[in-house]
């Protein structure tokens, strides 16, 4: 007879273990990306693709100038549970190999019915749809995990971010501090009606 924290464990075990779950789609420019959750054996992927993000890209991802990717920042990259935090991350055959091009995570926020969430894709790939299709799928994880809101946080001059959060339905406001960010967020709850 198992205990109830048998049962736990057990349960824990197996919300850690990444989804069966993938989507080969297609991008505007008719490219094919493999989509699906980002796994533990994935770290070296996600280093190479932090690696190679201009420093446009890695300053609007991580609000600050490039600087080294350390060990730290890679363990928190790749810290999923698959339910409080997640990342999907979105793949290309280049050169005959996979190669990681873009990433959508969220995790839970202070209040545990929200979730902030991130998205970036690798510049070149940029302006195809490939964060509109990240974002669609954690969109939908969020809400399957049974969040109410999903919400982000980004410098004012993001402009792609901006186009992206109102095409996908996203609110946008300023925080009381000013107006060197925008808060973009996002009514998970189902309508009905």
């Known amino acids: 007879m198992m205990t109830d924290y048998v049962v736990a464990e057990i349960l824990a075990a197996l919300a850690d273990e990444p989804p069966s779950e993938h989507w080969i789609e297609a991008l505007s420019n008719d490219t094919h990306v493999l989509i699906r959750p980002l796994h533990p054996q994935d770290r ?18 991580f609000f600050g100038a490039m600087g080294q990717v350390d060990v730290s920042l890679m363990d928190q990259m790749m810290d ?9 991350i979105a ?13 959508s995570r969220y995790t839970t926020s202070a209040d545990a019915r ?32 049974g969040f109410k809101t999903m919400m982000s946080v980004h410098q ?14 996203f609110h946008s406001r300023y925080p009381a501090t000013g107006d060197d ?11 009905f009606g």
């Open 80 to 88: 999923v549970d698959y339910c409080n935090r997640t990342a999907y």
């Open 44 to 61: 070296h992927l996600e280093f190479d693709f932090i690696k190679q993000l201009s420093a446009e890209s890695f300053r609007t991802r």
């Open 156 to 169: 004012n001059n993001n402009f792609g971010m901006h186009r992206l959060a109102r095409s996908l339905g």
């Open 114 to 145: 929200q979730c902030d969430c991130a998205v970036v894709v690798a510049d070149r790939w940029q302006r195809h749809g490939m964060g509109t299709l990240l974002m669609g799928h954690l969109i939908v994880a969020a809400q399957r995990n």
């Open 181 to 191: 960010e925008i808060i973009y967020e996002l009514d998970l709850t189902p309508a």
């Open 91 to 103: 793949m290309v055959h280049e050169n005959g190999q996979l190669c990681e091009v873009g990433i």
